[in-house]
């Protein structure tokens, strides 16, 4: 008993003790890469040219856009190129893909780009197992006030379903 009761003290001390540590590093924010959006390639993939090195390939962090070969995908292009192409954009790296692109936040003006492409109906929220995505707020406004692909596409077809139906788009 008195075995149970050391390891229950020392299992809540070390949790105790690493609970600042763990908090100080979620609420300090990833330091961010600034640069210049030069190219777009889809509607949630560009290319950032930073200051040192080489250009960085971005996918945006939590949203899907639509293929661009499938419908919608050449409009989310678009939207993309016009919030960020030529522009100066903070990026804020999360992780890499298995495309080895980097994966992040971009903004742009004070505007989470990928936040606005989803609100814009150009997107949807990335999905988890168990949840709808971190922005499924947005992209249900979007859908209920009719934007973007929700008002030319009523029954739209999220781009990974049609990944799994129609396999990738040809190359160019």
Known sequence: MKTATATATVVVALLWWALPASAQMTAAPAKGQQGQVVAVMDGDTLVLRVPSGPPVTVRLRDIDAPEICQPWGVEAK???SELALNKFAILTPVARDSFGRTVG?????DLDVGKHLVENGHAWSTRGRNDRGPLVKQERMAKALSRGLHVQLPRAVPPWEWRRNQGPCPKA
């Open 78 to 80: 678009n939207a993309l």
């Open 105 to 109: 936040r971009i903004t742009v003006e």
